[in-house]
């Protein structure tokens, strides 16, 4: 596994004057008093990121020029003379996530021989995509290692790199939701225990406009994320889940129709319904129940002219025996501020 990847947040800063977003990040705004941005135009954003670079006898300061449409980071060690060090191709084709790269990008030591090396992290299309430059005190300029690169936790975890531990996995997860939604109104973290292991899954909450929800779960030394959710708590929209069954149930409550859909993320087909219900009170009140049972076979009853909640269904405890849920009556929600825990809780409760 590479180092792991610092996150933070923050940007802006008057000319001359750097802003600190971190113990040694800073941003250095580019514009002139007129507000223009000043030296050649393809620097497309108007700021440098400004690191401190550390030897084994020496510190330097070097201004991180990003290009957007590029893909790459210009390493300089004197910005009124532009003096480049390295330019570093980290996204081909541009980059894919702005702020997850801002955010990440840190000097590190990645390979232990005591020069720190450029670490940069993009995420497309679900993975996170880590690039490791290795410092060569030779050529005084950083090269790409192939072999220390590659790709974090990811919704397919394709190629990704493994971690020693489910916490360590989580904790790189937790550090782009926390870039990503630090400003939101509420956003926090869970550890839940929605399969049969020992080891929770990973729920993550954020607020843009609506709710989001992202659920991971930790096998084979990588995370997946196995739910997304996005406007949630909209016409009653929500998540939920039962404790060691592997069940999700997505709920939407309006207009007199109350529903829950069940699957399972852990299933070959994770889109596949175990269970759906619905409630109708408007008109003629109505319960449906459909549900799989063990041998494969669909059950499925109409209840005319009776209200039941999904507790309280005649066919409760045929329903935990089929679909493995304990009790049908323990539902429990995940976008909700119930047992949130922010940014410091989750790291100390990763160790």
């Given at each position: 596994m590479t180092a792991a990847v610092v996150f933070t947040t923050g940007c802006g800063g008057d000319a001359g004057d750097p802003t600190t977003i971190s113990r040694d990040k800073k941003v250095f705004d580019k514009k002139d008093e007129d507000g223009d941005i000043e030296g050649a135009d393809w620097r497309t954003w108007a700021a440098y990121i400004v690191l401190d670079w550390h030897g084994p006898d020496e510190t330097r300061t070097y201004y991180l020029d990003i290009s957007n449409d590029g893909g790459f980071v210009r390493i300089i060690e004197d910005k009124d003379e532009y003096s480049?060090?390295?330019?570093?191709?980290?996204?081909?084709?541009?980059?894919?996530?702005?702020?997850?790269?801002?955010?990440?990008?840190?000097?590190?030591?990645?390979?232990?021989?005591?020069?720190?090396?450029?670490?940069?992290?993009?995420?497309?299309?679900?993975?996170?995509?880590?690039?490791?430059?290795?410092?060569?005190?030779?050529?005084?300029?950083?090269?790409?290692?192939?072999?220390?690169?590659?790709f974090t936790a990811g919704q397919w975890g394709n190629n990704a790199l493994t971690y020693d531990s489910w916490q360590d996995a989580y904790k790189d997860v937790v550090m782009v939701w926390e870039?990503?939604?630090?400003?939101?109104?509420?956003?926090?973290?869970?550890?839940?225990?929605?399969?049969?292991?020992?080891?929770?899954?990973?729920?993550?909450?954020?607020?843009?406009?609506?709710?989001?929800?992202?659920?991971?779960?930790?096998?084979?030394?990588?995370?997946?994320?196995?739910?997304?959710?996005?406007?949630?708590?909209?016409?009653?929209?929500?998540?939920?889940?039962f404790e060691?069954?592997?069940?999700?149930?997505?709920?939407?409550w309006m207009a007199g129709t109350g529903k829950y859909v069940m699957t399972s993320p852990f299933d070959e087909d994770p889109f596949f319904v175990l269970l759906d219900y619905q409630l109708i009170?408007?008109?003629?009140?109505?319960?449906?129940?459909?549900?799989?049972?063990?041998?494969?076979?669909?059950?499925?009853?109409?209840?005319?002219?009776?209200?039941?909640?999904?507790?309280?269904?005649?066919?409760?405890e045929n329903i935990e025996a089929a679909l493995g849920?304990?009790?049908?009556?323990?539902?429990?929600?995940?976008?909700?501020?119930?047992?949130?825990?922010?940014?410091?809780?989750?790291v100390n409760a990763l160790g």
């Amino acid at each position: 596994m590479t180092a792991a990847v610092v996150f933070t947040t923050g940007c802006g800063g008057d000319a001359g004057d750097p802003t600190t977003i971190s113990r040694d990040k800073k941003v250095f705004d580019k514009k002139d008093e007129d507000g223009d941005i000043e030296g050649a135009d393809w620097r497309t954003w108007a700021a440098y990121i400004v690191l401190d670079w550390h030897g084994p006898d020496e510190t330097r300061t070097y201004y991180l020029d990003i290009s957007n449409d590029g893909g790459f980071v210009r390493i300089i060690e004197d910005k009124d003379e532009y003096s480049l060090v390295s330019t570093c191709e980290f996204s081909e084709g541009g980059v894919k996530d702005w702020d997850t790269v801002t955010n990440s990008i840190a000097f590190e030591d990645a390979n232990g021989d005591g020069y720190d090396d450029l670490s940069v992290t993009d995420m497309d299309g679900g993975d996170l995509i880590n690039s490791i430059f290795l410092y060569d005190p030779e050529a005084v300029g950083f090269t790409y290692s192939e072999e220390l690169s590659g790709f974090t936790a990811g919704q397919w975890g394709n190629n990704a790199l493994t971690y020693d531990s489910w916490q360590d996995a989580y904790k790189d997860v937790v550090m782009v939701w926390e870039g990503d939604h630090a400003d939101d109104e509420l956003h926090g973290y869970k550890l839940i225990y929605l399969n049969n292991d020992d080891i929770p899954e990973l729920a993550l909450i954020g607020t843009e406009d609506w709710t989001v929800c992202d659920v991971y779960t930790f096998g084979d030394g990588v995370a997946y994320r196995i739910y997304e959710g996005e406007n949630l708590d909209v016409d009653g929209k929500g998540i939920h889940y039962f404790e060691h069954s592997g069940i999700l149930a997505s709920s939407e409550w309006m207009a007199g129709t109350g529903k829950y859909v069940m699957t399972s993320p852990f299933d070959e087909d994770p889109f596949f319904v175990l269970l759906d219900y619905q409630l109708i009170t408007e008109g003629e009140t109505q319960t449906y129940i459909k549900f799989v049972e063990p041998s494969g076979d669909y059950y499925e009853q109409v209840y005319y002219g009776e209200e039941y909640d999904l507790s309280d269904l005649p066919e409760k405890e045929n329903i935990e025996a089929a679909l493995g849920i304990t009790d049908l009556s323990d539902m429990r929600r995940i976008n909700s501020e119930d047992d949130l825990m922010d940014y410091d809780e989750i790291v100390n409760a990763l160790g």
